[in-house]
């Protein structure tokens, strides 16, 4: 099984609903982070959380929230889509212990329309 | 901010070398990731440079220079499969900041 976990793997909405986007770890890590992928721009950071109780912006978090449940899950919300946030969203984990490398989940693509 | 350049794309011959430069310029730095990522999945970790110097890891070397603000990635004896997009990061405050990313083009 992966350890990194997002759901769903593809959503397509229309502008102005709200939009939830789950992410699980079985890896134990208390860091956990969001980012959007769009062409030509690469990874960016949305919203990253270093424990349960842990909630910090990222660079581009206007538009977007998130609830970090447990240490396992961390969930981004889009209160009211609109077409620029469509993109391809990941989680990622990260560890001291293990280098600060980032393990990412698979993915969410994501289409406002 | 954060500033992290690295070209666009590449083409290469399979069994060739293909060298990926990125430099940066960042208010912080802890380390420097260079991960790899086909179309469409996850980023995967190829390598973390701390240090100045070379890490050598099979076919896939990364070179860090702190004081010029520049790593490489090396990938050599190039496979059909290393077609992908390769991407540095830069470690600042346990933050991440990548760079737009190298689509490497390996061809027969």
């Known amino acids: 099984d992966a350890d990194v976990t997002q759901t769903p793997r593809n959503r397509i909405t229309k502008t102005g609903k709200r939009i939830m986007l789950e992410c699980s770890q079985t890896?134990?890590?208390?860091?956990m982070y969001w980012y959007r992928q769009d062409p030509g721009l690469g990874l960016r950071l949305i919203y990253y959380s270093f424990d349960v109780k842990d909630i910090n912006k990222g660079e581009i978090s206007d538009g977007y929230s998130v609830s970090r449940q447990a240490q396992a899950k961390f969930s981004l919300s889009l209160e009211s889509a609109i077409p620029n946030q469509t993109a391809l969203y990941f989680c990622a984990t990260s560890d001291p212990s293990e280098n600060l490398e980032q393990f990412f989940g698979p993915g969410t693509r994501l289409t406002v329309l | 901010g954060q500033n992290i350049d690295q070209p666009t794309e590449m083409t290469a011959t399979e069994g060739a070398i293909v060298q990926i430069n990125c430099t940066y310029q960042?208010?912080?730095?802890?380390?420097l990731f260079w991960y790899q990522q086909h179309a469409g999945e996850a980023p995967t970790f190829l390598s973390y440079?701390?240090?100045?110097g070379l890490e050598e890891k099979g076919r896939f070397s990364s070179f860090l220079s702190r004081s010029k603000g520049y790593s490489y990635l090396l990938l050599k004896e190039l496979q059909m499969k290393d077609s992908a997009s390769y991407l540095c990061a830069v470690l600042n405050d346990y933050k991440l900041s990548f760079g737009a990313g190298t689509t490497v083009t390996v061809r027969a």
């Open positions: 960042t208010s912080g730095f802890n380390g």
């Open positions: 890896k134990g890590h208390d860091r």
């Open positions: 440079n701390v240090l100045d």
